[in-house]
């Protein structure tokens, strides 16, 4: 979906064009950030069809002439996701490849749902990374002669982020219980989005503060989690695009401009 001149702003604006000519489709655009692209044998296109300007779904694969990935270098988050920066340029698709229930960015709006509940769950599991390895850590390092859980303020530390991981983890067994019973709406998963990926920085930031300056190392694992909840805070949505999808469906207006 995302595009180097357009992110957030996916349902209005996308650059990528998909022209039809007889049984065939021409796209041609760019996409960045496309998760593990770079070695996929198949990508998810979504490009504006230029005759009705609605948005239309692509499977593309990634040998055919026309599509080349770039990796995304530099990243300090989420290295472990090879993510790229594609180029199409007259790529040609079939009209069989193309998904046939997909016709507008309304029904391109049902994978975002799935995707963000998704992401909730990756908070709070990076939340729980970062708890469990800040516990031992606590359990083990002594200052002042002590195992430092064993002072009071740690362990406010400690008690804060259990806090938060609790109540992540009831939201999202909630929002799988609503998927399951096929009652999950846009707003329950960007709910679920927002919170816990909210909840999640204020977490791992408690267990970096509880390392000290080993927070900052990646031999401590808590390290990585700091990085990591950066590009899962940020990505299927950012905290204020979920916002405004939670605030249209509690106070009836649209603040999306
Ligand atoms: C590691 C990683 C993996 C990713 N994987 C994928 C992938 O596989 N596929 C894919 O399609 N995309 C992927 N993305 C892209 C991701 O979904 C976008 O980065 C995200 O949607 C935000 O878009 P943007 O970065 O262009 O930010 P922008 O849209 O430029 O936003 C910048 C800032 O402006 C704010 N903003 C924008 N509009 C408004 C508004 N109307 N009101 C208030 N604030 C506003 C945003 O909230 C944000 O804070 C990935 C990103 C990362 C970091």
Not at 19 to 37: A, C, H, M, V
Not at 109 to 119: E, K
Not at 174 to 188: F, I, M
Not at 194 to 210: I, Q, S
Request: hydrophobic share 40%; aromatic share 8%; with cysteine.
């Amino acid at each position: 979906m995302t595009e180097p001149l357009v992110g957030s702003g996916a349902s209005r604006g996308l650059g990528t064009t998909a022209r039809r000519e007889g049984d065939t489709w021409i796209l041609n655009g760019q996409k960045k950030w496309i998760g593990n692209s770079t070695f996929g044998d198949l990508t998810i296109i979504w490009a504006r069809d230029v005759a009705d300007n609605q948005v239309k779904g692509f499977i593309v694969e990634n040998k055919t002439p026309g599509f080349k990935v770039e990796k995304i270098q530099h990243k300090m988050a989420l290295r472990v996701v090879q993510n790229g920066l594609i180029t199409l340029e007259d790529c040609k698709v079939p009209e069989e490849n193309r998904l046939q229930n997909d016709s507008t960015f309304r029904d391109t709006a049902r994978v975002l749902r799935m995707t963000r509940g998704f992401v909730a769950w990756e908070a709070v599991g990076c939340q729980m990374g970062a708890y469990e390895n800040a516990l031992l850590y606590a359990q083990q390092r002594e200052q002042f002669g002590k195992p430092i859980a064993s002072f009071q303020l740690v362990q406010d530390l400690l008690v804060k982020m259990v806090g938060n991981i609790t109540a992540c983890q009831c939201m999202v067994m909630r929002l799988s219980q609503l998927q399951d019973q096929g009652r999950l709406a846009d707003e329950h998963a960007s709910l679920a989005k927002a919170f816990c990926t909210v909840k999640m920085r204020e977490t791992v930031g408690f267990a970096r503060e509880l390392l000290g300056a080993n927070g900052i190392l990646l031999d401590y694992n808590v390290g990585r989690f700091v990085a990591d909840s950066e590009a899962i805070y940020s990505y299927e949505g950012t905290r204020e695009m979920n916002t405004l999808i939670v605030g249209r469906a509690v106070s009836g207006f649209s603040a999306f401009i």
